[in-house]
């Protein structure tokens, strides 16, 4: 079975850093395109950043670019999105998903397999 599973969400401040991870089971994630997304409340689902299944493409959305970095660990099977400079907007939920396609995705209707999300909170 294909499973995604993301941790390393919780309560930081702003200013503070966190490091989402994305662990695979049932498929290897170096041969995936792979991309994460947020959802806060209210809002609907959005890009954050997406990286290429050979990793020389990467996308970062206007909101994170300089903030997020995205990187995979493929001997630990794991991809992670390093978010500095955390801001209160920044606040949602934190799906990673990965698509059967072979090349840079960025459009969320493109990803085939979702984890279930972490929280990502950001206050003082």
């Known amino acids: 079975q294909l499973q995604l599973v993301e941790s390393g969400g919780g309560l930081v401040r702003p200013g503070g850093s966190l490091r989402l991870s994305c662990a695979a089971s049932?498929?290897?994630?170096?041969?995936?395109?792979i991309g994460w997304f947020r959802q806060a409340p209210g809002k609907e689902r959005e890009g954050v950043s997406c990286?290429?299944?050979?990793?020389?493409?990467?996308y970062y959305a206007d909101s994170v670019k300089g903030r997020f970095t995205i990187s995979r660990d493929n001997a630990k099977n794991t991809v992670y999105l390093q978010m500095n400079s955390l801001k209160p907007e920044d606040t949602a939920v934190y799906y990673c998903?990965?698509?059967?396609?072979?090349?840079?995705?960025?459009?969320?209707?493109?990803?085939?397999?979702w984890g279930q999300g972490t929280q990502v909170t950001v206050s003082s």
């Open positions: 998903a990965a698509s059967n396609r072979r090349v840079l995705v960025t459009v969320e209707t493109e990803y085939d397999y």
């Open positions: 049932g498929f290897t994630l170096e041969h995936y395109p």
């Open positions: 990286v290429s299944m050979s990793d020389d493409s990467t």
